[in-house]
């Protein structure tokens, strides 16, 4: 086949499809400079993988699907109609395809195709692992990265599979067997090529744009010795079963790689799959019957798939393990708090009467003291403000600390939100930013414990603040939609601040307590910068 697109391959990660209207000047030379990054690497990863090819598809070895992925999973899902127009650019650049006839618009479509069903695919993923609790260890991350990368693929197979039913003359395929076979082999290449050159680039990725606080686990001796004496383990007895003439099966270097990705993760999974790849891409490089190559390029994307997946399993149980001890951390953090509660409802019930005695003599003294000297009553008025603010203060002590707080109650959002903005007001203010509290509507009801929800919009509110920095604005809204509730907490991601210190706790409590009333906590950030943290709580009084 002349070109990638007309054999059926898709040569040819958390944002919003659509860019926002009126982009950065700075911006703008970022996703330029993305796009022609993207365009060389593209034309080399496709004359590179002209090695694996054979009759009916184009290479079962496709890096520049890696390259694809890699982007549209770190820059967003925005970027697929740009990153199709330039795969259409490479094509028609190099004499790949060529626009001629009356299947022009066939011939376009199939080479934008693949980009668009990766694009999909990304999008899909990341919205059914959106919602997904945090200790669990199959959508937690780097999860929905490795399910993405499967999916993708497929997902372009699949959405190449109408036209080569339809209209195989485009393709140079005859029959049903060569469809398949055609389909089979670019999918075979885009697995490859994702599973062995997207990881490598978005590590390399963090670890220039957004190192992490994370110290690196480092294994120790023996565990370096068990992974490289199973994998050895593993190519030994495949190298035994080819001498014997049973071919090259890959039953045990998956066996070996799924057990290096199990107990050390994706990391050691990619390496050790990368040293089989070093062995397997040479020799189907050469010249080799096509059901051959076939055949040993669905060994290595059988092993990728279940090396890769195996990491990213055991990498996400550490993640969950982790999310699960900090929670326990803060359970034992809240039996404390339980106890000092204890102790100071008692302080504050043992000064609230002293206190309340006081106030009522110092407005006394205040009253008398008209008409004396100036001096006199510029004291008593102080004395009076002084002890009445005092009280206000210990009576809303007893107020939170109270039993009461712990029953749920109506509360309006408008009561909510005249709570957080005293609590959260002069930490926003000391970071240099603002809240901004848009209009909203005073019948929306819901039923809750103010102080814990109060709690959770507090810290929402806070971590905003420290991402938007000085100069910034948080702003909150809420809406009604169905039944439910929505409230925003939005600021202005600011990519040049620091990463903050932190473990994510008030991101843990806050979910916690909106998930033990009922609600869900979201976080994305769009095309346009902005950070969005979506709260979902049931309204009173509407049906579900």
Same mark, same amino acid.
């Given at each position: 086949?002349?070109?990638?697109?007309?054999?059926?391959?898709?040569?040819?990660?958390?944002?919003?499809?659509?860019?926002?209207?009126?982009?950065?000047?700075?911006?703008?030379?970022?996703?330029?400079?993305?796009?022609?990054?993207?365009?060389?690497?593209?034309?080399?990863?496709?004359?590179?993988?002209?090695?694996?090819?054979?009759?009916?598809?184009?290479?079962?070895?496709?890096? /520049?699907?890696?390259?694809?992925?890699?982007?549209?999973?770190?820059?967003?899902?925005?970027?697929?109609?740009?990153?199709?127009?330039?795969?259409?650019?490479?094509?028609?650049?190099?004499?790949?395809?060529?626009?001629?006839?009356?299947?022009?618009?066939?011939?376009?479509?199939?080479?934008?195709?693949?980009?668009?069903?990766?694009?999909? #695919?990304?999008?899909?993923?990341?919205?059914?692992?959106?919602?997904?609790? /945090?200790?669990?260890?199959?959508?937690?991350?780097?999860?929905?990265?490795?399910?993405?990368?499967?999916?993708?693929? *497929?997902? &372009?197979?699949?959405?190449?599979?109408?036209?080569?039913?339809?209209?195989?003359?485009?393709?140079?395929?005859?029959?049903?067997?060569?469809?398949?076979?055609?389909?089979?082999? *670019?999918?075979?290449?885009?697995?490859?090529?994702?599973?062995? $050159?997207?990881?490598?680039?978005?590590?390399?990725?963090?670890?220039?744009?957004?190192?992490?606080?994370?110290?690196?686990?480092?294994?120790?001796?023996?565990?370096?010795?068990?992974?490289?004496?199973?994998?050895?383990?593993?190519?030994?007895?495949?190298?035994?079963? &080819?001498?014997?003439?049973?071919?090259?099966?890959?039953?045990?270097?998956?066996? #070996?790689?799924?057990?290096?990705?199990?107990?050390?993760?994706? $990391? &050691?999974?990619?390496?050790?799959?990368?040293?089989?790849?070093?062995?397997?891409?040479?020799?189907?490089?050469?010249?080799?019957?096509?059901?051959?190559?076939?055949?040993?390029?669905?060994?290595?994307?059988?092993?990728?798939?279940?090396?890769?997946?195996?990491?990213?399993?055991?990498? /996400?149980?550490?993640?969950?393990?982790?999310?699960?001890?900090?929670?326990?951390?803060?359970?034992?953090?809240?039996?404390?708090?339980?106890?000092?509660? &204890?102790?100071?409802?008692?302080?504050?019930?043992?000064?609230?009467?002293?206190?309340?005695?006081?106030?009522?003599?110092?407005?006394?003294?205040?009253?008398?003291?008209?008409?004396?000297?100036?001096?006199?009553?510029?004291?008593?008025?102080?004395?009076?403000?002084?002890?009445?603010?005092?009280?206000?203060?210990?009576?809303?002590?007893?107020?939170?600390?109270?039993?009461?707080?712990?029953?749920?109650?109506?509360?309006?959002?408008?009561?909510?939100?005249?709570?957080?903005?005293?609590?959260?007001?002069?930490?926003?203010?000391?970071?240099?930013?603002?809240?901004?509290?848009?209009?909203?509507?005073?019948?929306?009801?819901?039923?809750?414990?103010?102080?814990?929800?109060?709690?959770?919009?507090?810290?929402?509110?806070?971590?905003?603040?420290? #991402?938007?920095?000085?100069?910034?604005?948080?702003?909150?809204?809420?809406?009604?939609?169905?039944?439910?509730?929505?409230?925003?907490?939005?600021?202005?991601?600011?990519?040049?601040?620091?990463?903050?210190?932190?473990?994510?706790?008030?991101?843990?409590?806050?979910?916690?307590?909106?998930?033990?009333?009922?609600?869900?906590?979201?976080?994305?950030?769009?095309?346009?910068?902005?950070?969005?943290?979506?709260?979902?709580?049931?309204?009173?009084?509407?049906?579900?």
């Amino acid at each position: 086949m002349a070109s990638r697109l007309l054999s059926f391959a898709p040569g040819e990660r958390r944002a919003p499809v659509l860019a926002g209207l009126h982009p950065t000047a700075s911006r703008l030379r970022t996703d330029a400079l993305l796009l022609a990054l993207y365009a060389a690497g593209f034309l080399l990863a496709h004359a590179t993988a002209v090695r694996w090819g054979g009759d009916g598809y184009y290479s079962l070895w496709f890096p /520049a699907a890696g390259l694809r992925f890699a982007l549209l999973w770190r820059a967003g899902v925005r970027f697929t109609l740009p990153v199709a127009a330039v795969e259409l650019a490479a094509n028609l650049a190099t004499g790949a395809v060529v626009l001629r006839g009356e299947d022009w618009a066939l011939v376009v479509l199939s080479v934008i195709r693949p980009a668009l069903a990766y694009g999909l #695919a990304i999008y899909a993923v990341q919205w059914l692992t959106r919602g997904a609790k /945090a200790d669990d260890a199959f959508f937690a991350p780097p999860m929905p990265f490795a399910l993405a990368s499967v999916a993708a693929p *497929f997902a &372009a197979a699949l959405a190449a599979l109408p036209q080569a039913l339809l209209r195989p003359e485009l393709t140079g395929v005859a029959d049903l067997r060569s469809v398949v076979l055609s389909l089979s082999a *670019f999918t075979i290449g885009d697995l490859l090529g994702v599973l062995l $050159v997207a990881p490598p680039l978005l590590w390399v990725a963090d670890a220039v744009l957004a190192p992490s606080a994370r110290p690196v686990r480092r294994p120790s001796p023996a565990l370096l010795v068990e992974a490289f004496g199973v994998l050895l383990a593993g190519l030994g007895v495949a190298g035994g079963l &080819a001498w014997i003439g049973l071919g090259l099966q890959p039953a045990p270097a998956l066996v #070996a790689i799924a057990w290096v990705g199990l107990r050390f993760g994706r $990391v &050691a999974a990619w390496a050790a799959l990368l040293c089989v790849a070093a062995i397997v891409l040479p020799l189907s490089a050469g010249a080799m019957e096509t059901g051959d190559r076939l055949q040993l390029h669905l060994g290595l994307a059988t092993i990728a798939v279940a090396g890769y997946l195996a990491g990213s399993f055991a990498d /996400a149980q550490i993640q969950a393990r982790e999310d699960l001890a900090r929670r326990d951390r803060l359970l034992f953090q809240a039996e404390r708090l339980k106890t000092l509660r &204890a102790m100071s409802v008692a302080v504050i019930h043992e000064i609230s009467q002293p206190l309340s005695t006081l106030s009522i003599e110092a407005r006394h003294l205040h009253e008398s003291a008209q008409g004396a000297s100036p001096e006199v009553e510029k004291t008593a008025a102080l004395i009076h403000a002084k002890a009445t603010q005092l009280s206000d203060l210990v009576r809303r002590l007893r107020r939170y600390g109270g039993r009461a707080v712990d029953q749920p109650t109506p509360l309006p959002l408008t009561a909510l939100f005249d709570s957080v903005l005293p609590l959260a007001g002069p930490e926003v203010t000391a970071l240099g930013a603002r809240i901004t509290i848009e209009p909203l509507d005073a019948d929306i009801l819901i039923e809750g414990q103010e102080v814990e929800l109060a709690q959770a919009l507090v810290n929402l509110v806070r971590n905003a603040a420290q #991402a938007c920095g000085r100069g910034g604005e948080v702003v909150l809204s809420a809406r009604k939609e169905g039944a439910m509730a929505i409230i925003t907490v939005a600021n202005r991601h600011r990519a040049d601040l620091p990463p903050q210190p932190g473990m994510g706790v008030g991101t843990l409590v806050a979910r916690a307590i909106l998930e033990a009333h009922g609600g869900t906590l979201t976080r994305e950030t769009g095309s346009d910068a902005m950070v969005r943290a979506t709260i979902t709580l049931p309204l009173i009084g509407v049906p579900e």
